[in-house]
């Protein structure tokens, strides 16, 4: 079945520093990919997608691009603020395009200190 | 209404008791989906509600757990004869496009924490 792979964490760094949260995704078919973010005290929001092999998912200064040769999803931001400390989750689409069940990673914890 | 919303925020039952957990989606939104969130295990996929098809029911976990959406738009999740295992804060989403670039951008309430003694 579908699955999603997240690096653990919790990954811990001063404001400023470049983030990378690995995603690795098995899937049959043409997945669409997503990465949703938690705040503390807050419901799920989408962060980024991407619909298609090489295309890149960019919000709020976070940036995804869809690898399909690595099957990957990394999440980056070259300079990460203490406001961006949440859980970023990783998921999938098994039929991109169409409305389905999201497979979700287990979560990531980022925490940015001064 | 502005966001999804649900009730209870809370819910402490003993173990054998029956919960129901509600979840009034975002109006206009066609889909609806339950999920799971347990520590360290990630989201858990339950249930999923799309228009008048049938829903996709593959993901609860055993015949205890059942979840209907009324008129479209108002669900209920229910968990008969507790378990302490079924301890998680339970998610609802919805979303309002079915397809195209908007399918898949799912909406979340703020979940209900069941707690089950």
């Known amino acids: 079945g579908d699955s999603v792979t997240q690096m653990e964490g919790p990954v811990t760094l001063s404001e400023e520093a470049f983030l990378t949260i690995n995603c690795t995704y098995t899937?049959?078919?043409?997945?669409?990919l997503f990465w949703y973010v938690q705040y503390p005290g807050e419901g799920l929001q989408l962060l980024l997608k991407a619909t298609k092999a090489d295309d890149k998912g960019s919000n709020k200064g976070f940036e995804a691009t869809y690898r399909k040769e690595t099957t990957s999803f990394h999440l980056e931001k070259g300079s990460v603020q203490v406001s961006d400390s949440a859980v970023y989750f990783c998921a999938l689409s098994d039929r991109g395009g169409t409305a389905s069940k999201l497979t979700f990673g287990t979560g990531t914890r980022l925490q940015v200190t001064l | 209404g502005a966001g999804v919303s649900q009730s209870p925020s809370n819910k402490v039952t003993e173990k054998g008791k029956d919960v129901e957990l509600r979840c009034d989606p975002i109006s206009g939104h066609t889909a609806l989906y339950w999920y799971r969130q347990s520590l360290g295990q990630g989201l858990e996929f339950l249930i999923y509600?799309?228009?008048?098809?049938?829903?996709?029911k593959s993901g609860l976990p055993s015949d205890r757990f059942s979840a209907e959406r009324t008129g479209g738009s108002v669900s209920t999740l229910t968990i008969q004869r507790t378990q302490q295992e079924d301890s998680a804060v339970y998610l609802c989403?919805?979303?309002?496009?079915?397809?195209?670039?908007?399918?898949?951008?799912?909406?979340f309430g703020a979940g209900s924490r069941l707690t089950v003694l």
């Open positions: 509600f799309q228009g008048n098809s049938a829903p996709d």
């Open positions: 989403a919805s979303s309002y496009r079915d397809r195209g670039p908007g399918a898949n951008v799912l909406t």
């Open positions: 899937a049959t078919g043409y997945p669409s």
